[in-house]
């Protein structure tokens, strides 16, 4: 957490399961005073679902703190925290 903190952006890489694109980015929601957390993921599919999924856990409606960029379908404004992405939206 410590790398975080002191770090303008942070690289993570960990096994599948561990909860790298869903609990991670919560605890540094929680823990930060002004967040912007992006996670990419290697298909669509993938991050509208990792959306959806943590915008029930958080609450809220996707797109407002937590939302997705994938192609030409995105839902996030300047207020989201929380930004799923393809590689392409990078």
Known sequence: TNAIATSSCTVLFAETGSGKSTRV??????????????VTQPRRVAAKTLAD???????GKVGERVGYAIGRD?????????LFVTFGWL
């Not at 999924?53 to 609450?59: D, I, L, P, Y």
């Not at 995105?74 to 929380?82: C, D, E, S």
């Open 25 to 38: 980015p919560q605890m540094i929601l929680e823990m930060s005073e002004n967040p912007f957390v992006v």
């Open 74 to 82: 995105p839902k996030y404004t300047n207020r989201t925290q929380l």
């Open 53 to 59: 999924r943590v915008t029930s856990e958080v609450g």
